[in-house]
């Protein structure tokens, strides 16, 4: 890109996030590589002070942040070792240790604690700077207010109701999903002002930007209900025959497999992608494909080349309208939509996503790390970062620390102890426990318990982990999505697959702006993905492109994207764009298996279950355990994980 279009973009001016990148997050960074984070031992190096940490608002490039991912790559690599410090011994001696600080980690201590008592002593080592795992949050101070986004997991919402032991967690959290939803949720503000979904179509890809206001019946129903689409895409820049083909595919009632069975139907669309659907079934012009390419990315992190045309029905997608598909899940569907055919759960978001539902279940392990007393009280309450790992406290949580063994103290079958060895930065120290759960990413448990049976460590790395991001950025006002008449835009095509303004939640003394002339926070997501590979090369590939991509790549994306949707209302990049926050998550979503390219394995010879099998007292939990990527699941996970230490 130019430097006068750069110039334009305001890519030389400065912004909170960018500065923090390249100033005090780097030296806070460079600190948690030599210092010990609150260890009990950090006579031994610079003790590094946790007072003035408040990771939500150091950000930059967040998610997996530098300083987080390098030891366990070494590991893999194999050169971990090789530079390692000479292993510290602690002394320290747990009930449990928990590996992984995300919602199923911080869970499990939750159940463990039930289960033995009020007196467990347990530790819980996370590698980032901040727990919650993927469910983390973003705090923005923008004209004057705090302004509060998800980092990753957006909110409670799972193809299945919650069992009992998650829907009994969060009523123990005093989390009533129905009745948050109810109280806090502002389902009537931006209508109120006329905003409406949108699509926009860049020229890379359709050939000319073009801004599509007021989608028809929109996803999830919130578009306009009596709008046709051939109006809606009279001045799309598609071919005459692709704009008559995306109105038939979402308007007409034809059925496309007459003659057979809806069972028969069910059957034969489960096994060709959405894309071969559209062009082969519906015979639908191939310049559909680019409008219809990432309509499935938020879901599963892969395009409709590699979704079934089943589960694309279970998400609501076009084309089976006339099809007269019996409700409900059939054979050969994927976790979310089978489940979602069914129904679902409870939905609620929290300003900051399940980040709260993470904040609560610190409340409760560690009451002082977390003030307050409430629900609402948890969205606005400042975390005291140097209570976590408090050595007068039975539980405790250490962050920047990523463990990279776990040994059963003996035989497997015969071990009463188990050995975790973590690193902070080169430093390496050991603590002993009765039992561990490993919390953390699956994939990652052959490095830490070598001694596993192959066929175990094989499963475990079928596991591969789904690549996204979530970009937030601070503007000082949304006049122009106002003028616009937009709230949120799909883009399918272009480098954000969606721009929305931040759902409006007043919870507590948290209150989201209600007038176009102040600021607020944008949410924007991409799924990095290669159309055409397998879906598990397709993450690999993303996931690449994640971990080469600069914050500044990012930052001009960005701006550049904003500019060309919004600039015809006004919007100026350069004096617009307060902030941005980038989180990036290259081991994002746990793998669902996808009938497409997985086969139909029975349940026990599925690589979850195989993977997740107990190892003399080491038990394995996260979501990955489950095969999917629900909070539900990651409860779920953790409780069965608890249970498997439990002596028999
Ligand atoms: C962008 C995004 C959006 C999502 N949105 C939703 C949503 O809206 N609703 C929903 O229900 N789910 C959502 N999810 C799925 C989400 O993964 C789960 O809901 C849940 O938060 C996962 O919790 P977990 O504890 O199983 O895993 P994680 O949150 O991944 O936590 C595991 C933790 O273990 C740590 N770890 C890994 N290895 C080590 C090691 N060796 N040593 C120490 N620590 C280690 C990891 O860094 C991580 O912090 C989303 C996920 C992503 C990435």
Redesign the pocket.
Known sequence: MSDDRDRYLGMERTITRRDFLNGAAMIVGSTLLTGTAGSSNSAKTEPYSPTDHNPPRLTGLR??HAG??E??HS?RDGTFWKTAAPVFDTKEVYDLVV?????????AAHFFRERFGKSARILI????DD?????KRNEFHLGGNLQLL?????????PTPYSSQADGLLKRLGIDPPKLEEATTDHKLYRSLGLKSAVFLNKETFGSDKLLVGEPGGRGGRGEKTRSWSNFLADAPLSEAVRRDIARIEESNVDYMQGLSSAEKKARLAKISYRDFLLEVVKADPGVVAFYQTRTHGEWGVGIDAEPALDCWALGLAGFQGMHLDPGAAPNMSYSAAGYANGGSYRY?FPD??ASI?RLLVRDLIPTAVPGHTVEDVVTARVEYNHLDNPSSPIRIRLN????AARNMGSPAAASEVELT?AQGRQVFKVRAGGCVL???NM?IP??CPELPDAQKEALHYLV??P???CGVGVRNWNAFHKLGIQSVSAPGAYWDSISLNAPINIGNYHSPTSPNEPILLHL?RTPCKPGLPAREQHKAGRMELLATSFEDFERKTRDQLARILGSGGFDPAEDIQAITV?R?P????YEYNPLFDPDWPEAKRPNVIGRQKFGRITI????SGAT??????ID??HRAVEELVPV
Do not use: P
């Open positions: 998610g997996s987080s991912f030891t366990a590991l590996v992984g600080a995300g919602i199923s980690g911080l869970s080592l996370e590698n980032h727990f919650g795992g993927h469910a998800n980092g990753g997991t957006f909110l409670i919402d799972s978001h996503g399940n993470a620390s990523t463990v990279v973590y919390a953390c990413w990652m490095y830490l982990k789904v996204l991001v979530y997501s989180n998550w081991h994002g979503y746990g939990a996260n979501t990955d990527a629900y909070t539900d699941v990651a996970q953790a």
